[in-house]
């Protein structure tokens, strides 16, 4: 029988950058896409490499992204232009995120900043985003506390 849980109930939260750090659940959250972390190679073949084959060592350690969409409302705090997505995209700022996976009892803890925030305003539809946010540093899967 296997043992995966649902991921349904999982938040994506962003931090306040106070001391003690608050934590705010981005509103209207669908399916998270990341973290994505990946390794870079680099090719080190030479002429002893056995039997003619390539050879490679690891490199640098890529944080990735996390991608999102969100039912958008431009009016919630979270989302808007004062303190939520948007505001954080203008200043640039780097923040502290969590992704709280709903029933396992851990968390993704990263910092990262908003890259990409794409609207989308359908004639038969709803008001939506594509948010993409780009890690910075190491992303840590935690236990939740």
């Known amino acids: 029988m296997t043992q995966v849980k649902s991921s349904f109930g999982t938040f994506l939260q962003m931090g306040d950058g106070g001391a003690p750090e ?30 003619g084959y390539e050879e490679f060592i690891n490199t640098i350690k890529r944080s990735g992204e996390v991608s999102f969409p969100i039912n958008f409302i431009p009016d919630n705090p979270t989302h808007d232009q004062a303190t939520g997505l948007l505001g954080v995209l203008d200043t640039g700022v780097l923040k502290n995120w969590r992704l709280l996976l709903s029933t396992t009892g851990r968390r993704w803890q990263f910092a990262a900043l908003v890259t990409n925030f794409e609207g989308a305003s359908p004639v038969v539809g709803k008001q939506s985003a ?3 946010l780009k890690i910075s540093g190491k992303p840590f899967l935690v236990p939740n506390v």
């Open 22 to 51: 608050a934590f705010t659940t981005i509103a209207e959250v669908g399916d998270i896409a990341g973290p994505a972390v990946s390794r870079d190679t680099e090719e080190v073949t030479n002429h002893s490499s056995p039997d």
């Open 130 to 132: 594509d948010v993409t």
